[in-house]
């Protein structure tokens, strides 16, 4: 791991200074004053009001923004530096693969994850200030399901860069798997279920493995205990299993998914031709 804290000093370095964190960072930050100007503070949805009102909106955008911008801005950052050349200028230096490797993920998992962290502790920080109620259990949840996405994702990124042999591969295969995961949300499954007569439970137990549906669920989960927005799907999964058992699942499940193919990832670069 020779090198580690200067990979990561100079990819958070790299990343201050280019458009894309500052809008990225302007993007979280705006959601959040803007719900707020828009006094969603004081509607309620299932119970929840004030701040976990906000926090559940939230949520539900990270979902839909947060995946397709890990993948876009990260699956780039190996095969990029490989076809730059800046890869045999780093390993040129005292530094070691695992060292250049891991410090690139770990890097990028903060320069992600902080602005929208922020985000959501200023959330925190002016509800405290206007004297709202701040619902602790809903903000650490989240916070740890947003950090498991952003490893979940991560880890998706950086074994598709270091898989392909150019940029515009990599960000092929991204897209694509982001199409058939948005598609195994719904689409795909239902038609097989309909199209073969599949067995309901089969189906989504299939759709558990698909990241975005557990994150997806878990979100719902906190909020609606009993999962009445799915229908009849939420009987298969809490007759199997707790609220509090799902909500474990939802975090622990994407971030091993995303440390397993941060690891396969690993092993084909230190496999495969660096230059």
Known sequence: MNGFNHIVNLDIRQ???????????????????????????ESQIIGFLGL?????????????ILPIFVLISTVRSVVGDRESNVLE???????????????????????????????LLGAVAWGTFSNITVPWDVFIFYSLLLASMIICFLGISIFISTLSRS?????????????ILVAFLDLILLGVML???????VIISIAMFNPLQVFRTAAIALFDPNLTVLGPA??????????????????AYPTLLGSLLAWLGFRSFKRSDLI
């Open 167 to 179: 940029q515009e591969l990599a960000i092929s295969m991204a897209f694509i798997t982001w199409l």
């Open 15 to 41: 990343t201050l200074r280019s458009k894309w964190f500052w809008g990225y960072s302007i993007l979280f930050g705006g959601f959040v004053a803007l719900m707020f100007a828009s006094g969603i503070t």
């Open 89 to 119: 200028y780093m390993l040129s230096m005292p530094i070691s693969l695992g060292g250049y490797y891991w410090g690139k993920l770990a890097g990028r998992f903060i320069t992600v994850f902080i602005p929208v962290f922020l985000a």
């Open 195 to 201: 199209r073969f007569r599949v067995d309901a439970g």
């Open 234 to 251: 939420s009987y298969y999964i809490l007759d199997r299993v707790s609220q509090p058992v799902f909500v474990g699942f939802s975090i």
């Open 52 to 64: 976990g009102r906000l926090m559940i909106t939230f949520i539900q955008i990270c979902i839909s």
